[in-house]
């Protein structure tokens, strides 16, 4: 099923146009070489000193953990232990060449799952997260349920999905019942000018994730000034804001975290972004 589905042409275009800009910082994060299949899947890991959760994040189409440094230590510090694979898309993988869009598509679905099993290994015990920017977000809505008649890629050890933006509606690939089976706890941040080229021209597409899946600890952050690449972008004056949602998120969903909940039910529009739930 999935073969058939990475020969439509909208997945080829959307991924390349989710490319993202080059790496801002350094990620202090340690790597890690597991085997997948036939073939070594590295990890970038940032692990607290006393892990209280997981999550695993898959990086936008050609990127690495590197470029979302400043998110990603966020979460660490607040006690999060983050896996990041290294897709094969990314430009820096060191066997690129060797893979094509079809072909990647299959094997970020298996990293994450890859990665959120070294994660219960590394860390047994501890509830997991899926996190993903734009094609990443992909991934994580995966693993929360979202197209699951199409492709079986749920994860019931999933407390949580967290995207930042989405790769839109890929033609040939989503549809009216793409997220009906997203039951999990989704939060999606995006913003008035997150478009992309030649796949996202109306920035609401983002939003289907929340509007479309069951009712539920579902929440939109919409930055009003703000582009596909706020996750990668700490420079933006909306990112603090986005980031600290982000950890309250987590915080509600994955810890039990009382005052995370509350904060997530009073939260109320700012000067940066609007915010809903459902």
Request: aromatic share 6%; with cysteine; net charge positive.
């Given at each position: 099923?999935t073969?058939?589905?990475l020969?439509?042409?909208?997945?080829?275009?959307?991924?390349?146009?989710l490319?993202?800009?080059?790496?801002?910082?350094?990620?202090?994060?340690?790597?890690?070489?597991?085997?997948?299949?036939d073939?070594?899947?590295?990890?970038?890991?940032l692990?607290?000193?006393?892990?209280?959760?997981?999550?695993v994040?898959?990086?936008?189409?050609?990127?690495?953990?590197?470029?979302?440094?400043?998110l990603?230590?966020g979460?660490?510090?607040?006690?999060?232990?983050?896996?990041?694979?290294?897709?094969?898309?990314?430009?820096?993988?060191?066997?690129?060449?060797?893979?094509?869009?079809?072909?990647?598509?299959?094997?970020?679905?298996?990293?994450?799952?890859?990665?959120?099993?070294?994660?219960?290994?590394?860390?047994?015990?501890?509830?997991?997260?899926?996190?993903?920017?734009?094609?990443?977000?992909?991934?994580?809505?995966?693993?929360?349920?979202?197209?699951?008649?199409m492709?079986?890629?749920?994860?019931?050890?999933?407390?949580?999905?967290?995207?930042?933006?989405?790769p839109?509606?890929?033609?040939?690939?989503?549809?009216?019942?793409?997220?009906?089976?997203?039951?999990?706890?989704?939060?999606?941040?995006?913003?008035?000018?997150?478009l992309?080229?030649?796949?996202?021209?109306?920035?609401?597409?983002?939003?289907?994730?929340?509007?479309?899946?069951?009712?539920?600890?579902?929440?939109?952050?919409?930055?009003?000034?703000?582009?596909?690449?706020?996750?990668?972008?700490?420079?933006?004056?909306?990112?603090?804001e986005?980031?600290?949602?982000?950890?309250?998120f987590?915080?509600?969903?994955?810890?039990?975290?009382?005052?995370?909940?509350?904060?997530?039910?009073?939260?109320?529009?700012?000067?940066?972004?609007?915010?809903?739930?459902?």
């Amino acid at each position: 099923m999935t073969e058939r589905l990475l020969h439509r042409r909208g997945l080829l275009t959307g991924a390349l146009a989710l490319a993202i800009t080059p790496t801002l910082a350094r990620a202090a994060a340690s790597p890690v070489t597991i085997t997948v299949g036939d073939r070594a899947l590295e990890l970038s890991v940032l692990r607290p000193a006393a892990p209280k959760g997981v999550v695993v994040f898959s990086h936008g189409a050609g990127g690495s953990a590197e470029a979302y440094a400043t998110l990603l230590e966020g979460w660490r510090q607040a006690g999060f232990l983050v896996v990041a694979p290294l897709h094969v898309d990314s430009q820096k993988h060191p066997r690129k060449t060797a893979y094509n869009l079809r072909s990647s598509f299959a094997l970020r679905i298996a990293d994450v799952g890859a990665a959120a099993g070294w994660a219960a290994s590394a860390a047994p015990g501890l509830p997991l997260a899926y996190a993903g920017h734009s094609y990443g977000s992909l991934m994580s809505l995966m693993r929360g349920g979202a197209l699951e008649g199409m492709i079986p890629a749920r994860d019931p050890n999933a407390k949580a999905v967290l995207c930042f933006s989405s790769p839109g509606t890929i033609q040939g690939l989503m549809g009216p019942a793409t997220f009906q089976t997203l039951t999990t706890p989704t939060m999606v941040l995006t913003g008035e000018l997150d478009l992309v080229p030649g796949m996202v021209a109306d920035w609401r597409d983002h939003l289907r994730a929340v509007e479309e899946s069951p009712a539920g600890e579902k929440y939109a952050w919409i930055g009003k000034s703000v582009d596909h690449g706020l996750a990668h972008h700490p420079d933006n004056p909306a990112f603090a804001e986005a980031s600290a949602l982000s950890l309250t998120f987590l915080k509600a969903q994955l810890l039990g975290d009382a005052k995370a909940k509350a904060a997530l039910t009073a939260r109320t529009p700012t000067a940066a972004a609007s915010f809903w739930r459902r």
